[in-house]
């Protein structure tokens, strides 16, 4: 019964390396949104996109990049990883208009050592 | 742009009292108001959401009330269990939504 699919639960990685995560949605919403969650700061908007090949900053992009080539698929790009952005990443979707609530992903704990 | 502010940030209740979680926004175009509940290890889920037309919903134990000339709403959790424990996180919608800073609700037995 999973809608909202990041492809890895766990990531490891080392300062400097280009990460990618992954998140794909099988309910046909045209909104795509990467959030990271940090301890009592809630949920920051990274980019958020609302049809193929659109992007739109949200509060905190600086670092990160995304790609959206198919509807179904978001990918969160941290070109050159730093240990400040070792975090918790939340994939999430909704249909377009802003009357909808958002299907999560289960999240990607990211660690850049 | 949306600004959400949620308290209190942790909540200890014990079993079967009633928990409330309050937030305020501030953009008055704000129309959708979800709330959210993220148990360990997993992403948030949309427990019951309300729209600008509407003052209070309920399902079952908890419900959600709206003061839109003040600009708050609240959940209420009634008849607290255990399985209430989790992170709870407000949201408001005027074009997409912004979260408050979330409540770790611990249900005590």
């Known amino acids: 019964d999973v809608k909202v699919t990041q492809s890895s639960r766990y990531l490891v990685k080392r300062t400097g390396e280009k990460v990618f995560l992954e998140c794909v949605q099988d309910m046909d919403h045209e909104n795509m949104f990467w959030y990271r969650q940090d301890p009592g700061l809630g949920l920051r908007l990274i980019y958020f996109s609302y049809d193929v090949k659109m992007k739109e900053k949200g509060d905190i992009p600086e670092g990160y990049s995304v790609s959206r080539e198919k509807k179904e698929r978001f990918s969160l790009i941290l070109e050159s990883a730093s240990t400040n952005q070792t975090s918790m990443y939340l994939c999430?979707?909704?249909?377009?208009?802003?009357?909808?609530?958002?299907?999560f992903g289960s999240g990607t704990r990211l660690t850049v050592v | 742009g949306e600004n959400v502010e949620q308290h209190p940030s942790t909540l200890s209740v014990q079993e079967g009292d009633s928990a409330v979680i309050k937030c305020t926004y501030s953009?008055?175009?704000?129309?959708?108001f979800p709330w959210y509940k993220q148990e360990l290890g997993k992403g948030p889920q949309l427990i019951i959401d309300?729209?600008?037309?509407?003052g209070e919903k309920k399902d079952q134990r908890i419900a959600v009330t709206l003061n839109k000339t003040a600009k708050h709403f609240s959940l209420h959790i009634t008849e607290t269990q255990p399985e209430d424990s989790a992170v709870y996180f407000c949201?408001?919608?005027?074009?997409?939504?912004?979260f408050g800073q979330g409540t770790r609700l611990t249900i005590n037995p």
């Open positions: 949201a408001a919608s005027a074009q997409k939504l912004v």
């Open positions: 953009d008055s175009a704000s129309n959708y």
């Open positions: 309300i729209r600008s037309n509407v």
């Open positions: 999430a979707s909704s249909f377009w208009g802003n009357n909808y609530g958002y299907t």
